[in-house]
């Protein structure tokens, strides 16, 4: 699979990555995340061209390293994340209690919470 972030206000970009798909991308609603020393369970969100959310996805990926890791991606502009207490508050790309990546490697699937 190719993945390419643009230069956007959500996250740095990212020259084209290849990564070897090892299972089907399933879509993916929170994460753990580890956040100022702490373990803060987030929405998630793919983000497109002009800041609209989109689904995110894991996928599983071949890694050198480990043998395999979870590849967290989005939309062109990569993903972003708000933890759950501020679920009220729309996505916005200004929004303090947000914060957005190119995307991410995770190694444990249970810290994810799939869409239905």
Excluded at 46 to 59: D, H, L, N, R, T
Aim: a negative charge; one cysteine or more; aromatic letters at 12%.
């Amino acid at each position: 699979m190719y993945l390419e972030i643009e230069e956007n206000p959500n996250c740095e970009a990212t020259p084209l990555q290849l990564f070897e798909a090892l299972s089907p991308p399933k879509a993916v609603q929170k994460m753990w995340l580890e956040r100022e020393g702490k373990k803060v369970l987030c929405w998630v969100a793919g983000i497109e061209k002009g800041g609209v959310p989109s689904p995110a996805y894991a996928v599983k990926v071949s890694d050198s390293g480990s043998g395999s890791s979870l590849l967290i991606y989005g939309g062109n502009w990569g993903i972003r994340f708000k933890p759950v207490p501020f679920e009220e508050e729309p996505w916005d790309l200004q929004n303090p209690h947000q914060w957005g990546e190119p995307y991410k490697f995770y190694g444990s699937e249970s810290d994810l919470v799939y869409a239905e």
